[in-house]
């Protein structure tokens, strides 16, 4: 998952530093604005998709089971499986609602950017469609597991 939302995340990352990136110059400018607000947030969606991301390798890893020991006062202690499903289960449907309109994009207008650039984001957006399903999937594998210890 980290490595599926990895094109949209660089994209954005180029889009902060100023590249039009497929977006026309009034565009990127309506989008990034002129004070760092603009790309400040382009980086920190950036940074935290990828967090959210990384965030599901602990429903296949063990320390999605157990607290890692090198963590103060938890360390070893089991972990609630509703503490992991709960969230991740959230995670699918908000994930859902947000990138499956995505499957859409080439029929919409963008007058804001250029013919190649609604290319180039369709396809570092499309692939996050699969972000909720692949979530769904392991986060079922990790509480078909969890039950049965």
Known sequence: ???????????????????????TEQGLRDLIGTTMSGPLYLVALSVLTEVAALLALGLVRPWGEVVPHWIPLLGG?????????VPAWLGVAVLALLWTPFLFWWTLPHVDMTATGRLLVGFVYVPLVAWAPL??????SYQRRRSVS
């Open 135 to 140: 979530l769904a999937a392991v986060t079922l």
């Open 1 to 23: 998952m980290p490595l599926l939302v990895l094109p949209s995340s660089l994209w954005r990352i180029g889009l902060a530093v100023g590249l039009p990136l497929g977006y």
């Open 77 to 85: 202690r089991t972990i609630p499986r509703l503490a992991v499903t």
